[in-house]
């Protein structure tokens, strides 16, 4: 299972990194894997702000639909445009070109609270 170091956690499965005051968010390879093969993303919260915990769009697999969740409150302010045309992204490269939004925080601190990798680890076993 890849848990990269560099990267915050959710208990929803999200991960993000922090670039200035920016997060880019996406789902683990975890998720991805227990989901099947994503077919596609419905994010339409492009300028809004949002708050920790609210929904932030759906990820529609073969197998189901889930909720996609804001680690942080914030301004979305970018959706990848790469998943409009290749959700399977979010499956081949989960941490990198399968990346979801981008948030510009409203509370950086919330950051310190979001799981380690050690203990993302620890959750999904």
């Known amino acids: 299972m890849n848990i990269?170091?560099?990267?915050?956690?959710?208990?929803e499965?999200?991960?993000i990194r922090v670039e200035g005051d920016v997060v880019v968010v996406g789902v683990s390879d975890f998720?991805?894997?227990e989901l099947g093969d994503v077919v596609f993303l419905e994010i339409e919260t492009e300028g809004e702000s949002l708050d920790q915990g609210e929904t932030f769009g759906t990820i529609e697999a073969v197998k189901t639909v889930s909720d996609l969740y804001m680690p942080v409150?914030?301004?979305v302010t970018e959706v990848n445009?790469?998943?409009e045309d290749n959700p399977e992204?979010?499956?081949s490269d989960p941490f990198g070109e399968g990346w979801m939004i981008k948030i510009r925080m409203s509370?950086?601190?919330q950051?310190?609270?979001l799981m380690s990798p050690e203990a993302y680890g620890e959750l999904i076993g």
């Open 4 to 11: 990269p170091n560099n990267l915050k956690y959710t208990k």
């Open 13 to 15: 499965h999200e991960w």
């Open 31 to 33: 998720a991805q894997g």
């Open 73 to 75: 409150s914030g301004e």
């Open 81 to 83: 445009p790469a998943l």
């Open 89 to 91: 992204l979010v499956n």
């Open 107 to 109: 509370d950086p601190s």
């Open 111 to 113: 950051v310190d609270g």
